[in-house]
């Protein structure tokens, strides 16, 4: 077998100090997929040509293109990283789909609607296309760790989940994602939320609470609990996983405190689980993680970044914002199409002010 030939969508522009209007994700991912052995970058994608340009030098690419469509035509890609913004997510995933692409790896949130996330996931299915999402922090040591102890019985059954940090839609994406890894991929049987949105928040364009509180309830009983902005100091870590005999918490905030620790119920105080020095971004978490797409493509098996996994965390998050606009709780499996979150502003049932920018 020849190289994976790889071409990216989005290159975006690297900036001095990355935030919400982008990050230019393209860049990691280029840089892991070039200390692969058989993977050849070979084009990329950007409607603004300098961006393109810029990206293409960096990495020795010599096809650049303003219009995505046109590199999916003419360069029989086998691998397409998608690094642009959430509502341009599905039609390009779909576009590289119906292109004849065998893998698509794309940036996270999947999509911004719920329609939209079930059917670029279902187009990827019936063409035989390995969709998978950016929820790198799964290949982070303090997460790995965190799961061999549940998995060893080290804190006894697993009661509840309890994260602290970020929000519902774009960091959630990942908190939730990670919820349902440590819970086996065990889909929520519903979910009952409410949040507070009186400042806009746009994130990559899209509106993000300024605080939320979630809870839900998985299929194998176990409990699912989110707190965002000002009241995750209820939770005071990044996650906290309690069980029968004991209480593990990656992140928690404080000083000098251990990025994972354990407590085991009778045998005294917090226990520290070194992590070999990474935190809860890093270092190397989208290297491995671009590493597994690649090899599970090589190998013919689904890795565990795929749209199925990513699919539970959505339905989650868009439950949670669909809980809000019901005023009550939402059963699972989710039958809406869009965005409520979106539909509350667009609305004017919510209405956030302008940030105030000092």
């Known amino acids: 077998m020849g190289k994976f030939r790889v071409g990216f969508i989005g290159t975006g522009k690297r900036r001095e100090r990355p935030g919400p209007m982008g990050y230019a994700m393209a860049y990691q991912h280029a840089e892991a997929y070039r200390k692969l052995p058989d993977c050849e970058l070979v084009a990329c994608a950007d409607i603004v040509e300098e961006n393109a340009r810029a990206f293409a030098e960096t990495f020795g690419i010599t096809r650049i293109y303003t219009d995505y469509r046109e590199m999916l035509e003419k360069e029989q890609l086998d691998i397409v990283s998608i690094c642009t913004w959430p509502h341009l997510h599905a039609p390009m995933v779909i576009d590289a789909a119906r292109a004849g692409v065998k893998a698509i790896h794309c940036e996270k949130p999947m999509a911004d609607t719920w329609g939209a996330a079930k059917r670029m996931a279902e187009e990827c299915e019936r063409l035989g296309v390995k969709l998978t999402f950016n929820h790198q922090r799964r290949f982070g040591t303090p997460f790995r760790k965190a799961k061999a102890l549940l998995d060893e019985g080290a804190i006894g059954e697993l009661l509840r989940i309890e994260i602290g940090f970020g929000n ?31 400042e806009e928040r746009l994130i990559f364009g899209m509106h993000n609470e300024n605080q939320a509180f979630a809870l839900w309830r998985y299929k194998n009983g176990v409990y699912g609990m989110m707190s965002t902005g000002v009241g995750s100091t209820l939770v005071g870590c990044h996650h906290r996983f309690v069980g029968t005999d004991g209480v593990i918490e990656i992140g928690p905030v404080g000083e000098n405190l251990p990025v994972l620790r354990v407590r085991r119920f009778g045998k005294g105080d917090w226990e520290a689980i070194d992590c070999g020095g990474e935190g809860l971004h890093g270092p190397g978490y989208i290297d491995r993680a671009i590493a597994d797409i690649v090899a599970a493509l090589r190998e013919g098996r689904e890795s565990e970044l795929c749209a199925r996994n990513a699919l539970n965390a959505t339905e989650i998050i868009f439950a949670a914002y669909e809980s809000v606009r019901r005023r009550g709780r939402v059963d699972l499996p989710l039958t809406i199409e869009d965005n409520p979150l979106v539909d509350l502003v667009n609305r004017g049932e919510l209405r956030p002010q302008p940030r105030q920018v000092t």
Do not use: C, K, M
Not at 178 to 192: D, H, R
């Open 168 to 198: 519902l839609y774009d960091y959630g994406s990942h908190t939730v994602d990670l919820a349902n890894y440590f819970n086996n991929e065990t889909p929520a049987e519903w979910v009952i939320a409410q949040i507070d949105y009186r």
